[in-house]
Nanobody, 121 residues
């Protein structure tokens, strides 16, 4: 059973970089053939796919966020991370990490519990 746990600051100031980490247990991010994914849900809105890093290290990004987003991994810690630069209050959301055999939400087998991130001065 794969388990995912997000961690990171809950408050980020405008123009700064949001950094979150997803710690994975019960499966390896390099040998389990999943897309290790970041998704967010702004208040009052639906889920928004942000990007993913595949088991082979290839990264995929939402085109509208690509210039501000970086997804990386630490294989020694079995973690993958999200960095979102130049944040604004519109980046306030609950951020989830998820994993599954495809990039579509319907293919996610596992989800983290989510972490609230607020962008405010």
């Amino acid at each position: 059973q794969v388990q995912l746990q997000e961690s990171g600051p809950g408050l980020v100031k405008p123009s700064q970089t949001l950094s979150l980490t997803c710690t994975v247990s019960g499966g390896s991010i390099t040998t389990t053939r999943y897309y290790w994914t970041w998704v967010r849900q702004p208040p009052g809105k639906g889920l928004e796919w942000m990007g993913a890093i595949a088991y082979d290290g290839v990264t995929y990004y939402r085109p509208s966020l690509k210039s501000r987003t970086s997804i990386s991994r630490d294989t020694s810690k079995n973690q993958f991370s999200l960095q979102l630069s130049s944040v604004t209050p519109e980046d306030t959301a609950v951020y989830y990490c998820a994993a599954g055999p495809g990039l579509d939400q319907e293919e996610y087998d596992y989800w983290g519990q989510g972490t609230q991130v607020t962008v405010s001065s």
